[in-house]
């Protein structure tokens, strides 16, 4: 079990990571944002992950966040029918 004060509620492209992020933030959350690919490239490392972030909010605003990307992920179901 993760001590962790935080959680990942999605992984994606940037685009749709951007969408995410703003959305959160409209709704008074903070998201923490974490590129793997971005990090190794500075390192000087190759990466499969290029372009692909992850979103983290932390534990207390979980509820309202999942929620929230729930809702975003059904309106791009929704609109690539």
């Given at each position: 079990m993760s001590d962790s004060e935080y959680t990942k509620i999605y992984y994606g492209n940037f685009i749709?990571?951007?969408r995410i992020k703003d959305?959160?933030?409209n709704s008074d959350?903070?998201?923490i944002i974490k590129d793997e690919g971005e990090s190794q490239r500075?390192?000087?490392y190759a990466s499969l992950n290029q372009g692909y972030q992850e979103v983290?909010?932390?534990n207390d605003e979980?509820?309202?966040a999942t929620t929230i990307v729930e809702r975003?992920?059904?309106e791009m179901e929704?609109?690539?029918s």
């Amino acid at each position: 079990m993760s001590d962790s004060e935080y959680t990942k509620i999605y992984y994606g492209n940037f685009i749709l990571v951007t969408r995410i992020k703003d959305a959160l933030e409209n709704s008074d959350i903070i998201p923490i944002i974490k590129d793997e690919g971005e990090s190794q490239r500075l390192a000087g490392y190759a990466s499969l992950n290029q372009g692909y972030q992850e979103v983290f909010v932390h534990n207390d605003e979980l509820e309202k966040a999942t929620t929230i990307v729930e809702r975003i992920k059904a309106e791009m179901e929704s609109t690539s029918s």
